[in-house]
């Protein structure tokens, strides 16, 4: 996994940028990538409460864009991000340092999220549970650590032609930027595991296409400075271009849900 996300730490550097995420066009011309990164983590919050009492738990924080704004924002009592690769926790933790007010980005796995039971209002988890490979066990520990009353807000790429995927989770054994450790869900497969874990579908949208837009929207921004700006993560530059042309084409998805614990 550091392998894999070594280019977006690369990219985000060169370009100033505070998140890795796809990001969410809502008009042509209308927002810079980095405010497209945005507009997808308040298109995936949506309504969810986030009061000055909550704890919110970001899982697959990154190098912490997404907690940043959601800590800025809406200055919940707390603002946990639990992060699988320590070098983006490291990342995430100097981008704050000496900030008296801030999240706390902790080393963790989201399939043994290290909080109490029912300690947690909202868990925020945007474009990570492609690479986990038990996301029963993820979604199970979400329910967990959440309130009654709390709410999941997950965001995805999923397919419903797994099978044509095949080869990318093969690459999963080699060790290059390539390994991304991608085990593929579709969006059925979410909703029938968020009805076995007891959850409530509140909110569910396939933004694929403004995200296919914001992607393009990105490459353009790259493509502008010329390919002498690109060294160290040309590789990623022709992913994402394939990944925006699969979401055109509907043989990838992306999925926003939003669901809550059902009361016993």
């Not at 271009?241 to 016993?264: N, Q, S």
Request: proline residues 5%.
């Amino acid at each position: 996994m550091e392998a894999h996300y070594r280019p977006n730490w690369e990219l985000t550097q060169a370009y100033g940028l505070l998140g890795y995420n796809c990001g969410y066009a809502r008009a042509d011309g209308a927002e810079t990538f980095d405010e497209h990164q945005k507009s997808l983590v308040w298109q995936l919050l949506g309504d969810t409460p986030i009061g000055p009492t909550a704890t919110v738990l970001d899982v697959g924080s990154g190098i912490g864009g997404p907690a940043g704004w959601i800590f800025q924002h809406h200055r919940p009592a707390r603002l946990i991000g639990v992060e699988y690769l320590g070098s983006s926790v490291h990342a995430a933790n100097e981008r704050f340092r000496g900030k008296p007010e801030r999240p706390i980005f902790l080393q963790g796995d989201a399939h043994h999220l290290p909080l109490e039971t029912g300690s947690v209002d909202v868990v925020f988890n945007l474009e990570s549970a492609l690479h986990y490979p038990n996301k029963d066990r993820f979604i199970a520990e979400c329910r967990r650590v959440l309130k009654l009353g709390g709410s999941l807000c997950l965001g995805d790429i999923t397919t419903s032609k797994k099978w044509l995927f095949w080869p990318v989770e093969a690459l999963n054994k080699l060790p290059s930027q390539f390994n991304s450790n991608v085990h593929l869900w579709s969006a059925a497969d979410y909703k029938n595991a968020f009805r076995e874990h007891d959850f409530e579908l509140v909110r569910h949208e396939d933004a694929s296409l403004p995200v296919a837009k914001s992607i393009d929207d990105g490459l353009a921004e790259i493509k502008s400075r010329g390919w002498h700006s690109t060294k160290g993560f040309r590789g990623r530059i022709g992913f994402m271009g394939v990944l925006a042309m699969l979401l055109r084409r509907g043989l990838l998805h992306y999925d926003l849900f939003r669901v809550r614990p059902r009361g016993k």
